[in-house]
């Protein structure tokens, strides 16, 4: 068994690459128009994972760790509920990760007041977390005295 990917359904396409790829960083790697069906499907992958997803993608594989956005050509109202949790990204600078995000009007939900971990969400309110790659980061101004905003 092997992780492929986690789906979350968006109402605007474009807001939502302009999200996950321009903001937060994300590169597609994939994408499936379906007419028949009225669907766009979109595979997003993380920097350091795009290369073995084109790989097994090449191969006739399923590429792992991916997120799947699924945006339904006809319109619905998708109500969310905390189970789903969130989407987990590591990140090489918690501080710099969330000052670019904050520059790009992106809220953060829950700073990274103890230099490890982050809360933003997406246009269509999924949770991300960003988790600092390796040891915790010193806390910082002015993230250290920040409060969460909204929720996350």
Same mark, same amino acid.
């Given at each position: 068994?092997?992780?492929?990917?986690?789906?979350?359904?968006?109402?605007?396409?474009?807001?939502?690459?302009?999200?996950?790829?321009?903001?937060?960083?994300?590169?597609?790697?994939?994408?499936?128009?379906?007419?028949?069906?009225?669907?766009?499907?979109?595979?997003?992958?993380?920097?350091?994972?795009?290369?073995?997803?084109?790989?097994?993608?090449?191969?006739?594989?399923?590429? /792992? +760790?991916?997120?799947?956005?699924?945006?339904? %050509?006809?319109?619905?109202?998708? #109500? @969310?509920?905390?189970?789903?949790?969130?989407?987990?990204?590591?990140?090489?600078?918690i501080y710099a990760t969330?000052?670019?995000?904050?520059?790009?009007g992106i809220v953060i939900?829950?700073?990274?007041?103890?230099?490890?971990?982050?809360?933003?969400?997406?246009?269509?309110?999924?949770?991300?977390e960003l988790l600092q790659? /390796? +040891?915790?980061?010193?806390?910082?101004?002015? %993230?250290?005295?920040?409060?969460? #905003? @909204?929720?996350?």
């Amino acid at each position: 068994m092997r992780y492929l990917h986690t789906m979350v359904r968006v109402t605007d396409l474009d807001q939502s690459l302009d999200f996950y790829c321009n903001k937060l960083g994300l590169v597609e790697v994939r994408r499936i128009d379906n007419e028949k069906g009225r669907f766009t499907l979109v595979f997003l992958a993380a920097p350091e994972d795009k290369a073995q997803a084109e790989a097994d993608a090449a191969a006739g594989r399923r590429g /792992g +760790a991916l997120v799947e956005l699924t945006y339904n %050509w006809d319109p619905e109202v998708y #109500t @969310g509920g905390r189970s789903f949790g969130h989407l987990a990204y590591e990140v090489d600078d918690i501080y710099a990760t969330c000052d670019r995000l904050q520059k790009a009007g992106i809220v953060i939900n829950r700073p990274p007041r103890d230099g490890v971990m982050a809360f933003v969400r997406s246009p269509d309110n999924i949770s991300i977390e960003l988790l600092q790659k /390796g +040891a915790a980061k010193a806390p910082a101004e002015p %993230w250290a005295s920040m409060p969460n #905003t @909204g929720a996350w």
